[in-house]
């Protein structure tokens, strides 16, 4: 395969690829060939993936070409590969949620939303990185290696799902899943300029993903266009009875909602702009990348109106007493007693082991969030805090569904910021405000998109957050495509379109 068909193939959306392999111009083995050599040149400059799992993709395309020569009706993504972040369990491919204290450790089941990307006949290439257990937002956090932005090989690609989304950027897969818990999918989206939805709480199953905060995780997908992630959002929504927490099975329709937005035409649709997200912290570039959307929104008949939201930036305070709390006690299970690293200290005791195996199994920002969240569960402090935090909760939701009472969506930028660069954050506080448009979204369990608006001065991504009431998400796949085929069009090409050719010799090197 020479370079210029390499980079036709990769370069495709997901549904291209998809239409390219029912008209029989395109096989699913040269896709994932032409991944796999991207990969090779690209994954040592961005560092997207813990593993690659490429000859099990092979199996896979193989199997799917040889049903569709032989004429069997295949699902719409037949052949088209993912990348799964490193948070969701694949049996049989090591799931170490990027921390040393799983290293090693190979799954004997499927998270179920990826039994369905084999129903789907779906191609893995390779688990993806992320800060250790999802906790942090910049991907500098993995136990491993962190990853680079695309765009920017000097800058973080976000967190912690930034594998995900830098492979998605980079070329190295045009479909991605990533986890959610306070923006781990949209604010990586936001910083490579790629399409990250956190869907409706239930709405997806969280059965085998490994839980940071179960009443904030969420599986969504990561893609380069809001076409292909409603496409992968209509292949792994759906009621689960192994998911305790999971919505009562209704159709999906996520691409048909996304094909309409296409169509340009907004009338009707109220949207309100949340004007606390865009005060001190935001920057200039990204408050006139947001204005720049929302005056294409309005352009296309959406009805535009401001609306004072009193709560919403207490989210991120509430959420960093809420989520701690719920990651100590989800983290207790890795004691080095069932399974995962074991460190036998000299005469080891149960005690002494379990502490050992902590201390060398952990990173410093998991520890922190740890002892944060023992803190808030302890005697003297969980009424205080803990249930005051629930209470205030109940709030922003309340907030949340009166003003859905007056507009169908509301919008604000993803980030307070473009992709910064690695090292540049150190302290933890500052790092937590990169979620503060994000949370929101996640307290109160709703559908929550981010698309690329426009560049800033520098070339970098703006994203630009659009949410639903609960249930809505195929209202945010309408809204979201409508947005980014107008962006498309004031930008002379689609934005994800514009990022440096990684495999090509001095481009961002």
Same mark, same amino acid.
């Given at each position: 395969?020479?370079?210029?068909?390499?980079e036709?193939i990769?370069t495709?959306t997901?549904s291209? *690829?998809?239409?390219?392999?029912?008209k029989?111009?395109?096989?699913?083995?040269?896709?994932?060939?032409a991944?796999l050599?991207?990969?090779k040149?690209?994954?040592?400059?961005?560092?997207?993936?813990?593993a690659?799992?490429f000859?099990s993709a092979?199996?896979?395309?193989d199997?799917?070409?040889?049903?569709?020569a032989?004429?069997?009706?295949?699902p719409d993504?037949?052949g088209?590969?993912?990348?799964v972040?490193? /948070?969701?369990?694949?049996k049989?491919?090591?799931t170490?949620?990027?921390?040393k204290?799983?290293?090693?450790?190979? @799954?004997?089941?499927?998270a179920?939303?990826?039994?369905?990307?084999?129903?789907?006949?779906?191609p893995?290439l390779g688990?993806t990185?992320?800060?250790?257990?999802?906790?942090?937002?910049?991907?500098?956090?993995?136990?491993?290696h @962190?990853?680079?932005?695309?765009w920017?090989?000097?800058?973080v690609?976000?967190?912690?799902?930034?594998?995900?989304?830098?492979a998605?950027?980079s070329?190295?897969s045009?479909?991605?899943l990533?986890?959610d818990?306070?923006?781990?999918?949209?604010q990586?989206?936001?910083?490579t300029?790629?399409v990250?939805?956190? @869907?409706?709480?239930?709405?997806?199953?969280?059965?085998?993903?490994i839980?940071?905060?179960?009443?904030?995780?969420?599986?969504?997908p990561?893609?380069?266009?809001?076409?292909?992630?409603?496409m992968?959002?209509d292949?792994?929504?759906?009621?689960?009875?192994?998911d305790?927490?999971?919505?009562?099975?209704?159709?999906?329709s996520?691409?048909?909602?996304?094909k309409e937005?296409?169509n340009?035409?907004?009338?009707?649709?109220r949207?309100g702009?949340?004007?606390?997200?865009?005060g001190e912290?935001f920057?200039?570039?990204?408050?006139d990348?947001?204005l720049?959307?929302v005056?294409?929104?309005?352009?296309?008949?959406?009805?535009?109106e401001?609306?004072?939201?009193?709560h919403f930036?207490?989210g991120?305070?509430?959420?960093?007493i809420? *989520?701690?709390?719920?990651v100590?006690?989800?983290?207790?299970r890795?004691?080095?007693?069932?399974?995962g690293?074991?460190i036998m200290?000299p005469?080891?005791?149960?005690?002494? /082991?379990?502490a050992?195996?902590r201390?060398q199994?952990?990173?410093s920002?998991?520890?922190?969030?740890?002892?944060?969240?023992?803190?808030?569960?302890?005697?003297?402090?969980?009424e205080?805090?803990y249930?005051a935090?629930?209470?205030?909760?109940?709030v922003i939701?309340?907030?949340?569904e009166?003003?859905?009472?007056?507009?169908?969506?509301?919008?604000?930028?993803?980030s307070p910021?473009?992709a910064?660069?690695?090292?540049?954050?150190?302290?933890?506080?500052?790092m937590?405000?990169?979620?503060i448009?994000?949370?929101?979204?996640?307290?109160?369990?709703l559908?929550?998109?981010?698309?690329?608006a426009?560049?800033?001065?520098?070339?970098?991504p703006?994203g630009?957050?659009?949410?639903?009431?609960?249930?809505?998400?195929?209202l945010?796949f309408?809204?979201?495509s409508?947005?980014?085929?107008a962006?498309s069009?004031e930008?002379?090409?689609?934005?994800?379109?514009k990022?440096p050719?990684?495999w090509?010799s001095g481009?961002n090197?």
């Amino acid at each position: 395969m020479n370079g210029a068909d390499k980079e036709e193939i990769v370069t495709l959306t997901a549904s291209q *690829m998809a239409e390219a392999m029912k008209k029989g111009e395109l096989s699913s083995r040269e896709i994932v060939e032409a991944e796999l050599e991207v990969t090779k040149a690209v994954d040592p400059k961005t560092q997207s993936y813990l593993a690659t799992c490429f000859n099990s993709a092979f199996m896979v395309a193989d199997a799917v070409d040889q049903a569709r020569a032989l004429g069997q009706d295949l699902p719409d993504l037949a052949g088209v590969p993912i990348a799964v972040k490193d /948070m969701i369990v694949t049996k049989g491919v090591e799931t170490t949620v990027a921390s040393k204290i799983l290293k090693g450790w190979v @799954p004997p089941y499927d998270a179920t939303c990826v039994e369905k990307l084999k129903e789907n006949g779906m191609p893995m290439l390779g688990k993806t990185n992320l800060d250790e257990f999802a906790q942090g937002s910049s991907t500098e956090n993995s136990a491993f290696h @962190p990853t680079f932005n695309p765009w920017d090989l000097e800058r973080v690609p976000g967190g912690s799902g930034g594998g995900s989304a830098a492979a998605v950027s980079s070329f190295e897969s045009p479909l991605a899943l990533g986890t959610d818990t306070g923006g781990s999918i949209r604010q990586p989206a936001s910083f490579t300029g790629s399409v990250g939805m956190k @869907p409706t709480y239930g709405r997806v199953s969280r059965y085998g993903a490994i839980s940071m905060a179960s009443s904030l995780d969420q599986i969504g997908p990561c893609a380069r266009t809001v076409e292909d992630a409603a496409m992968l959002f209509d292949a792994i929504a759906g009621y689960d009875p192994k998911d305790s927490t999971s919505i009562p099975d209704f159709p999906s329709s996520a691409l048909k909602a996304a094909k309409e937005g296409k169509n340009g035409d907004l009338s009707g649709i109220r949207v309100g702009i949340i004007s606390e997200a865009g005060g001190e912290g935001f920057s200039k570039d990204v408050m006139d990348g947001f204005l720049r959307g929302v005056n294409l929104l309005s352009s296309m008949g959406a009805q535009i109106e401001e609306q004072s939201f009193p709560h919403f930036l207490h989210g991120i305070q509430i959420y960093y007493i809420l *989520m701690p709390a719920e990651v100590s006690s989800n983290m207790s299970r890795y004691d080095g007693m069932r399974y995962g690293l074991r460190i036998m200290p000299p005469d080891a005791t149960a005690a002494s /082991m379990m502490a050992a195996t902590r201390e060398q199994g952990f990173g410093s920002e998991v520890k922190r969030r740890i002892m944060l969240g023992t803190y808030v569960l302890s005697s003297g402090q969980y009424e205080k805090m803990y249930v005051a935090a629930q209470k205030v909760r109940t709030v922003i939701i309340n907030d949340f569904e009166k003003a859905f009472e007056s507009f169908d969506v509301l919008v604000c930028p993803t980030s307070p910021t473009t992709a910064f660069k690695a090292g540049e954050v150190v302290d933890p506080v500052t790092m937590y405000k990169n979620d503060i448009a994000t949370i929101p979204a996640n307290l109160a369990g709703l559908p929550a998109i981010s698309v690329p608006a426009g560049l800033d001065s520098l070339g970098l991504p703006i994203g630009f957050q659009i949410m639903a009431n609960r249930q809505k998400d195929e209202l945010v796949f309408k809204v979201a495509s409508a947005l980014q085929e107008a962006v498309s069009k004031e930008n002379e090409g689609p934005i994800w379109n514009k990022v440096p050719r990684l495999w090509k010799s001095g481009e961002n090197d």
